[in-house]
C-alpha cells in the first residue's frame, strides 16, 4: 500500500505545474488543461441555458399550478432554488481544494453535476408520479447548486496559478467564454429539437432531450480532468474551518465588494438567459425564432470574452470592466423600449446580442480579480464563496423577480433591473484596487 501511494504521489508531482518563487513567467499549462478546467462551468451554463429555453415546458411537466403564468412562476422559481446551495458547495468544496488541490475537487463537482442532470432529464412528470416529481426535481437542482458553488473557486484558481503571469487575465477570461460555447451550443440544440418537433411532443418529452446530450459530453469532461496538473503546491494544514474563518473575517472586505462587484453579471446574465422565456411568454414570438437570439448571444460572448480578457491584460482590469458596464446601464433601457416596440426576429437578435457582448466583456475582464486579490492558501474558498453569495442572491433571484416584475411593471422591468444592479457594481468597481500585476504565487 506504501508503495502505490509513492508512486501516485511522484506522478502527481511530475504532473504539476512549477512554481517560480517570484511572480515571473512559468510554464503554461496546456489548452487541454484549460478546456478541462472550463468544462465545468461550461455544462452549469448549457443547462442553465436549456432550462430557461423550456421553462414553459418544465413548469407544465412538473409544477400544473393551474394557469400558464403560475407554472411558468414555478419553474423559475425552482430554478432559482438551485442556487442557493452554493454557498454550501463554496465552502465545503472550495476548503477541500485549498487542502487538497484543485483537481481532486473539480473532479467531485463534475459528479455531482452528473448526478443532478441526470436527475432531471430521467424524472417522469407530475402527471405520472404526482408530488414525487416535483420533489425530485428541487433534489436535483440543489445538488447542481452544490456541485457548481464549489466549482468555480478551483478552476479559476487553477487557471490563474497556471497561466504566464502576463496573460493571467486571458486564461480566466476562457471560463467566461466557455459559458459563450454552451449558451451556443445550448441555443443551436433548442432551436433544433424545437425545429423538428410538434407542440405537443415538446411538451411531452422534446424538452428533455438537450439535457439528455449533456450526459453525453459528462465522460469527455471527466476525463480530461483526470488529465489536469494540480497547482497547488503543498497542502496548508489548516482545517477547513480555520481557512473559511480566514475568508470571512481577514479578507471580510474583498468579501463584500467581491460579491457586489458580480451583481450586474449576475443580473445582466440571466436577463440574456431569460430572453427566449421573454420572447416566447411577453414578447408572444414562436419558440424556433425566439431562441436564434441566444444563438447570436452565445458567439457574442465567446468571442468578446477573450477580447476582454486580452485587453485585460495590457491595459488593466478595471477599465476593460467599467466601460462595457457604464455603456450596457446607460442603453439597457432603450434597447429593451426597441425591443417592445418592434418585436421581431431582427429585433430580439440585436437586443440580446447586445446585452450579451457588453455582459462578457465586463465579467471576462474581472473574472480574475477575486483570485489575483486572494493568497494562493485560501484561493480557492475566497472565489468560491464570493462567487456562490454573488450568484445565489442575484443570480438565483434574477429569472423569478423578472417574471413578478413583468406582470407589475410592464415589459421594461428586466431593462431596469439591470440599471440598479451597474450603479451598485460599478461603486464595488471603484473600491478595489487593480490586480493586473500582482503576484499570485504567494
Known amino acids: 500500500m506504501s ?14 505545474v512549477e512554481r517560480p518563487a517570484s511572480g515571473g513567467d512559468r510554464p503554461a499549462i ?22 430557461a429555453f423550456f421553462a414553459v415546458y418544465i413548469g407544465k411537466a412538473f409544477f400544473p399550478v393551474g394557469n400558464e403564468a403560475a407554472d411558468l412562476l414555478a419553474s423559475v422559481a425552482v430554478f432559482g432554488v438551485g442556487f442557493f446551495t452554493r454557498p454550501l458547495g463554496g465552502v465545503l468544496i472550495g476548503a477541500f481544494a485549498d487542502k487538497a488541490g484543485r483537481k481532486p475537487a473539480m ?33 436535483c437542482r440543489l445538488l447542481q447548486g452544490l456541485a457548481i458553488g ?6 479559476t484558481s487553477l487557471l490563474v496559478e497556471g497561466a504566464p503571469s502576463h496573460k493571467r487575465g486571458l486564461y480566466a477570461s476562457w471560463q467566461t ?35 439528455l446530450v449533456s450526459l453525453i459530453l459528462i465522460p469527455i469532461a471527466v476525463y480530461m480532468r483526470r488529465k489536469l496538473p494540480e497547482t497547488l503546491e503543498a497542502e496548508t494544514g489548516k482545517k477547513g474551518t480555520e481557512i473559511v474563518a480566514t475568508v470571512v473575517f481577514k479578507y471580510r472586505r474583498y468579501l463584500i465588494l467581491g460579491v457586489l462587484l458580480l451583481l450586474a453579471g449576475a443580473v445582466s446574465t440571466q436577463v ?10 411577453t414578447l408572444k414570438l414562436p419558440a424556433t425564432l425566439a431562441q436564434t437570439g441566444t444563438l447570436v448571444g452565445g458567439l457574442m460572448t465567446f468571442i468578446f470574452a477573450l477580447a476582454a480578457g486580452s485587453l485585460s491584460d495590457r491595459y488593466g482590469r478595471k477599465t476593460v470592466m467599467i466601460w462595457p458596464r457604464i455603456t450596457l446601464t446607460v442603453l439597457i433601457i432603450p434597447l429593451f423600449a426597441l425591443l417592445d416596440s418592434s418585436p421581431n426576429a431582427a429585433t430580439l437578435v440585436f437586443v440580446t446580442g447586445t446585452i450579451t457582448l457588453l455582459t462578457a466583456m465586463s465579467s ?6 477575486i483570485p489575483e486579490l486572494m493568497p494562493i492558501a485560501i484561493r480557492s474558498t475566497g472565489t468560491s464563496l464570493v462567487y456562490a453569495i454573488g450568484t445565489t442572491v442575484f443570480g438565483g433571484s434574477a429569472q423569478f423577480i423578472i417574471t413578478w416584475l ?11 433591473y439591470v440599471v440598479v444592479a451597474g450603479v451598485v457594481t460599478l461603486w464595488a468597481l471603484w473600491m478595489l484596487p487593480e490586480t493586473r500585476d500582482v503576484d499570485v504565487t504567494k
Not at 464549489?150 to 478552476?155: C, Q
Not at 471576462?364 to 480579480?369: E, L, P, R
Not at 413583468?406 to 431596469?416: D, E, S
Open 177 to 211: 467564454a466557455s459559458q459563450g460555447i454552451a449558451v451556443l451550443l445550448g441555443g443551436l440544440c433548442g432551436v433544433l429539437v424545437s425545429a423538428n418537433l410538434t407542440e405537443t411532443q415538446l411538451a411531452d418529452w422534446g424538452w428533455r432531450v438537450p439535457f
Open 272 to 281: 440574456g438567459n431569460y430572453m427566449t422565456t421573454y420572447a416566447i411568454h
Open 30 to 51: 496546456t489548452k487541454t488543461a484549460v478546456a478541462a478546467a472550463v468544462a465545468g462551468n461550461a455544462l452549469e451554463f448549457y443547462d442553465f441555458v436549456v432550462y
Open 107 to 139: 473532479l467531485l463537482t463534475v459528479a455531482l453535476i452528473t448526478i443532478g442532470t441526470l436527475g432531471l432529464a430521467a424524472t417522469p412528470s407530475y402527471a405520472s408520479i404526482g408530488m414525487a416529481a416535483p420533489i425530485i426535481v428541487l433534489a
Open 3 to 16: 508503495t502505490n501511494v509513492a508512486t501516485a504521489a511522484a506522478v502527481t508531482r511530475s504532473l504539476a
Open 150 to 155: 464549489g466549482e468555480v473557486g478551483p478552476s
Open 364 to 369: 471576462a475582464a474581472g473574472i480574475s480579480i
Open 406 to 416: 413583468l406582470g407589475v411593471v410592464g415589459p421594461l422591468a428586466p431593462a431596469y
